[in-house]
């Protein structure tokens, strides 16, 4: 079954130490996303990559770090940097609509997963 | 630069009546809009896109929703509300901008009183 995964599902740190998400996808997409989800504030996007070896900051990529080695695997390092990094945080990954009006088609979310600093 | 407001952070209905969730976008070039589903502690699910065409547009579970460019409006309803429907719902743009980005509302919870 094609799909995107995430792991781990809970995933608990403490102050001070870096924590690596795992996002893998087999859908052949080209473009991968990381965003945050807090109540009340729907999503936000960390970073993005349309191509291997490529990425883009979003709007609140302050404290994190992203790879793009693979066009399957779009790892997310929450570091030490981000003051607050408890929250539920989301993959997804699409494929690109060109032909002058270039635009992201469907995105397709993986399950979460759920940081919590101790 | 693109928006989406999602009026509404909570909207109850009773199990049967009609579920309306309301979404207003604002976009410098034509959109596309989606419209998807989450369930406690899970991802989200597409329920419905408008790329281009007809304007009136069915997804899955029974919800569908009509873009009305003079409003700038992209609602989502549904006949009749069911108590699996209880979730959140979220609106979105795509529009092009020099990148690929997609720009999400806030959300709506939907409850479902029986």
């Known amino acids: 079954d094609g799909g995107i995964t995430q792991s781990p599902k809970y995933l608990f740190r403490k102050e001070g130490q870096n924590v690596t998400l795992s996002c893998e996808q087999n859908?052949?997409?080209?473009?991968m996303y990381w965003y945050r989800q807090d109540p009340g504030q729907g999503l936000r996007l960390i970073y993005y990559?349309?191509?291997?070896?490529?990425?883009q900051k979003g709007d609140i990529a302050e404290g994190y770090s992203v790879s793009r080695e693979k066009k399957e695997s779009f790892p997310l390092t929450v570091t030490s940097a981000q003051k607050n990094p408890t929250a539920f945080y989301l993959c997804?990954?699409?494929?690109?609509?060109?032909?002058?009006?270039?635009?992201?088609?469907?995105?397709?979310f993986g399950p979460g997963t759920r940081l919590t600093v101790l | 630069a693109q928006s989406v407001t999602q009026l509404g952070s909570h909207v109850s209905v009773s199990e049967g009546a009609l579920v309306l969730l309301r979404c207003n976008y604002s976009?410098?070039?034509?959109?596309?809009l989606f419209w998807y589903v989450q369930y406690p502690n899970q991802g989200l699910q597409l329920l419905l896109k408008?790329?281009?065409?007809?304007?009136l547009v069915k997804g899955i579970n029974g919800f569908e929703a009509e873009f009305k460019k003079s409003e700038t409006s992209f609602h989502l309803t549904k006949p009749s509300a069911h108590m699996s429907d209880a979730a959140e719902y979220f609106c979105?743009?795509?529009?092009?901008?020099?990148?690929?980005?997609?720009?999400f509302g806030t959300g709506t919870k939907l409850q479902v009183i029986p």
């Open positions: 979105a743009v795509s529009a092009s901008g020099g990148y690929q980005k997609v720009t």
């Open positions: 976009s410098s070039v034509p959109p596309y």
């Open positions: 997804a990954s699409s494929i690109l609509v060109g032909g002058g009006a270039d635009r992201a088609d469907t995105q397709y």
């Open positions: 859908l052949n997409h080209d473009a």
């Open positions: 990559s349309q191509i291997v070896n490529d990425f």
């Open positions: 408008y790329t281009t065409g007809a304007t």
